[in-house]
């Protein structure tokens, strides 16, 4: 038995664009994801998220369904154009009340809101502004975050600033010094926010920001792998780790970048804020691991990642290795004076199998939970301060670029009819909150 500690938090993870539907409902405003082409009609010609699992409309049955499976904790995202439909200027009652009833529905039925204050939804009017690598989105975001805390900061007690925010920078076309711009604003942006928080009559919780890491194994012991393993981490996990929990960038990354030609513009002031704003904790998501080796024609970072058939992989074709998320929450420690860690994200999708009638049989993803949360466990005996674990995800949900063909959720969804089952990953996962144990 692999036993957690008494105050150690079970939750589960979702997203508001990836959730809620009801794209055009009470005054909402435009995301990107919002354009995709339509037919005459208006429905979309690609898969994006104007119905997706229809919460919010259903968010009262879909707590009783977290009740029922146990959770202390929801990590939901609150949706920015809901709030601001451009961004900002006037708040939309309507898309508070929203939220406002979210929360309250989940303390009555004694789940912990745990709020994401942005995960992924730029609102459209920043796009157009070039997004992230903008630095007045910077502004617009700390004063929403700002209204969250004054709206909700009363009973939500745990936020998250930015979810992923490598996936922000990096994810969107545009040349690497635009990346690193990006990045950089969103780090800006997180500390700012943080700042803002302590400031804040309410700001009496925790406040942190989620990354996506994953650890980086060598190819081989030869130095050249290992250099190669090294950069990627500096890339992935430190270039988000260093200036949020030491304010300041990785050196050999900084040397490396300028090398290339590669450059972003830092303002005075920056990297002292960020070193003046712990957070209380480090967001961490996690899905897998790589494992680099040295390859003299990628400029940048000197990698290239092996891929080995051999190994098992989820239905997104990412390798599954639990042990990497031990070694990962080891580094962090080592590295971060041991910050407090919550696992904000960490799941799998896979084909399912329907048994009948909804129900799920999915073997693979219990197995998925089951190894990787005895790691976490076993990190925890090694003396990492690990807080909590949300399973990614809830629900099924829209998975972004790859639509509703991937499902992530302890909870299947029937996108036809909007009937939620419990899979039995899910059941496992209530014996795991149940027991606080893991076999
Ligand atoms: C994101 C989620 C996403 C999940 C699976 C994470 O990167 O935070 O929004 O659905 O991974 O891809």
Not at 395 to 414: H, L, M, Q
Request: charged content about 25%.
């Amino acid at each position: 038995m692999n036993r957690f500690p008494p105050d150690f938090i079970f939750g589960a993870a979702t997203s508001a664009y990836q959730i809620e539907g009801a794209h055009d409902e009470d005054g909402r405003g435009r995301i990107g994801w919002d354009d995709v082409a339509r037919d005459a009609a208006g429905r979309p010609l690609v898969e994006n998220g104007d119905v997706a699992c229809d919460h919010y409309h259903r968010f009262r049955g879909d707590i009783a369904i977290m009740k029922e499976l146990g959770l202390q904790s929801y990590r939901f995202s609150i949706s920015w154009v809901r709030i601001y439909p451009l961004g900002h200027g006037n708040i939309n009652p309507k898309g508070v009340a929203f939220y406002n009833a979210l929360i309250d529905e989940l303390l009555e039925n004694g789940i912990e809101p745990a709020v994401t204050v942005w995960h992924g939804d730029l609102p459209s009017v920043y796009d157009e502004i070039g997004g992230w690598k903008n630095r007045d989105v910077i502004t617009h975001y700390v004063a929403y975050a700002n209204t969250l805390f004054t709206l909700f900061g009363d009973r939500v007690k745990k936020w998250f600033t930015h979810n992923e925010p490598w996936c922000a920078a990096f994810l969107p076309a545009g040349s690497f010094s635009d990346q690193l711009q990006s990045a950089h604003n969103l780090l800006v942006a997180h500390a700012l926010a943080v700042a803002s928080y302590r400031a804040h009559p309410q700001g009496d919780g925790q406040i942190g920001i989620v990354l996506n890491l994953g650890k980086q194994y060598p190819a081989s012991d030869d130095p050249l792998d290992l250099q190669a393993a090294r950069n990627v981490d500096g890339f992935l996990n430190r270039w988000f780790l260093d200036p949020v929990l030491k304010g300041n960038y990785p050196v050999d990354m900084v040397d490396r970048y300028e090398r290339a030609g590669h450059h972003f513009v830092i303002c005075p002031g920056d990297m002292e804020l960020l070193g003046k704003q712990p957070s209380d904790f480090i967001g961490i998501n996690m899905y897998s691991r790589g494992i680099q080796a040295y390859d003299p024609d990628n400029q940048l970072l000197g990698a290239r990642e092996v891929r080995d058939d051999a190994v098992r992989r989820t239905a997104m074709g990412w390798e599954i290795c639990p042990e990497s998320l031990y070694d990962l929450l080891l580094d962090v420690k080592r590295e971060y004076l041991n910050i407090p860690v919550i696992i904000a994200e960490n799941g799998a999708a896979f084909a399912d199998e329907v048994i009948f009638d909804g129900q799920v049989r999915d073997d693979d993803r219990i197995a998925y939970f089951r190894d990787h949360l005895r790691f976490v466990s076993r990190a925890i005996a090694a003396g990492c301060d690990v807080r909590g674990y949300y399973a990614w995800s809830l629900f099924d949900n829209f998975e972004w670029g790859a639509g509703y063909s991937k499902r992530f959720g302890i909870v299947r969804v029937d996108y036809a009819t909007q009937k939620r089952s419990i899979k039995e990953s899910g059941i496992f996962y209530q014996n795991v909150i149940r027991l606080r144990a893991v076999e």
